[in-house]
T-cell receptor, first 110, second 114 residues
Framework: SQQGEEDPQALSIQEGENATMNCSYKTSINNLQWYRQNSGRGLVHLILIRSNEREKHSGRLRVTLDTSKKSSSLLITASRAADTASYFC??????????FGTGTLLAVQP | EAQVTQNPRYLITVTGKKLTVTCSQNMNHEYMSWYRQDPGLGLRQIYYSMNVEVTDKGDVPEGYKVSRKEKRNFPLILESPSPNQTSLYFCASITKGASNQPQHFGDGTRLSIL
């Protein structure tokens, strides 16, 4: 399977704490995209990091990319209950196909 | 507003009864695709289309058909649905060749095949 993996599969933290999720991928990427999915809902794009970038910030989100290890991490700082969701990384290659990992379920306790 | 619209959002039906899930985008995107999402398996691509009348299989195409007669529409057809096609389905679109832009996803269609 070409699918990558997110780690951990599930994460439970308290409001105000930071949450870190990791993504390992298998293909040669043009970019790595992170999406959020609230329970049973659609995918919301969070942040895209290109293969020649190492770190990117957007609000409380920080994404890093290590192409030598084929891995990426998503850090959510000062988490809120509203951040409770599943988070997926998607490998963007030369075609427009996205290869998704299996996701991390984040629960932020108020 | 730029959007990808799927219909229906929810459907419960029976084995063997043909059904179609519609997908429409208003962004003039060439590339459209269908994914299914299953617990523990993430999202897997079913079919994709690079442009009108150009479609190809993704990773899990068995039991599905698609068509692309117009640029904005990309329906997913289940000719003879079976219970193993019970899943959450997403349609997505993007400008062809836009390799460093995010894709736009619909809100999903939850299918239950009894």
């Amino acid at each position: 399977s070409q699918q990558g993996e997110e780690d951990p599969q599930a994460l439970s933290i308290q409001e105000g704490e930071n949450a870190t999720m990791n993504c390992s991928y298998k293909t040669s990427i043009n970019n790595l995209q992170w999406y959020r999915q609230n329970s049973g809902r659609g995918l919301v794009h969070l942040i895209l990091i290109r293969s020649n970038e190492r770190e990117k910030h957007s609000g409380r989100l920080r994404v890093t990319l290590d192409t030598s290890k084929k891995s990426s991490s998503l850090l959510i700082t000062a988490s809120r209950a509203a951040d409770t969701a599943s988070y997926f990384c998607g490998e963007g290659g030369a075609t427009n196909k996205l290869i998704f990992g299996t996701g991390t379920l984040l629960a932020v306790q108020p | 507003e730029a959007q990808v619209t799927q219909n229906p959002r929810y459907l419960i039906t029976v084995t063997g009864k043909k059904l179609t899930v519609t997908c429409s985008q208003n962004m003039n995107h060439e590339y459209m695709s269908w994914y299914r999402q299953d617990p523990g398996l993430g999202l897997r691509q079913i079919y994709y289309s690079m442009n009108v009348e150009v479609t190809d299989k993704g990773d899990v195409p068995e039991g599905y058909k698609v068509s692309r007669k117009e640029k904005r529409n990309f329906p997913l057809i289940l000719e003879s649905p079976s219970p193993n096609q019970t899943s959450l389905y997403f349609c997505a679109s993007i400008t062809k060749g836009a390799s460093n832009q995010p894709q736009h996803f619909g809100d999903g269609t939850r299918l239950s095949i009894l």
